[in-house]
T-cell receptor
């Protein structure tokens, strides 16, 4: 079992839809959870960063972390064609070691 | 301000040749990371620098891979005797300590 599991999709939704993206993980030592967005042929850019369990909202984006279930989610409200990209979940342990463990990414397409 | 830059953006090489990939981190960022992204896969951690020391080289896939960093600036990832399975996008990220990682655009390596 991989440390981080993410459905690669592709996921296609109409403009304005609510999008739900998810990852599960196996190691309860993960403490920091991130979502990155990656456009084609570009580097990943950070969307959301959360520590431990809970919700965090930023504009149309909401990140949820449920450590008891080892499950994280990203919700996108009022999705736009410009949201079409690959969404990568990432997580890391606490302490001084900072390398991230990534899911495979979910490719999202928002149709106008 | 300037972000993370990487060069070259694309590299095509023949099997068996050596290649050098360069990363210029954000000024002042003490931590630097190299990741590899194969087609359809998530990012795979290769090596982490704190300053110019590399406390974690565990992700390097073989002894053909090596990396150096000059002080808290430029890093070079070298792949010797390239193989076709080395074809991937090589991404560099930098951060203040172990804070948010900012990624460069990547170097797309193709080994023929």
């Amino acid at each position: 079992q991989k440390e981080v599991e993410q459905d690669p999709g592709p996921l296609s939704v109409p403009e304005g839809a609510i999008v739900s993206l998810n990852c599960t993980y196996s190691n309860s030592a993960f403490q920091y959870f991130m979502w990155y967005r990656q456009y084609s042929r570009k580097g990943p850019e950070l969307l959301m960063y959360t520590y431990s369990s809970g919700n965090k909202e930023d504009g149309r984006f909401t990140a949820q972390v449920d450590k008891s279930s080892k499950y994280i989610s990203l919700f996108i409200r009022d999705s736009q064609p410009s949201d079409s990209a690959t969404y990568l979940c990432a997580m890391r342990y606490g302490g001084s070691q900072g390398n991230l463990i990534f899911g495979k990414g979910t490719k999202l397409s928002v149709k106008p | 301000g300037a972000g993370v830059s990487q060069s070259p953006s694309n590299k095509v090489t023949e099997k068996g040749k050596d290649v050098e990939l360069r990363c210029d981190p954000i000024s002042g960022h003490t931590a630097l990371y190299w990741y590899r992204q194969r087609l359809g896969q998530g990012l795979e951690f290769l090596i982490y620098f704190q300053g110019n020391s590399a406390p974690d080289k565990s992700g390097l896939p073989s002894d053909r891979f090596s990396a150096e960093r000059t002080g808290e600036s430029v890093s070079t990832l070298t792949i010797q005797r390239t193989q076709q399975e080395d074809s991937a996008v090589y991404l560099c990220a930098s951060s203040l300590a172990t804070d948010t990682q900012y990624f460069g655009p990547g170097t797309r390596l193709t080994v023929l």
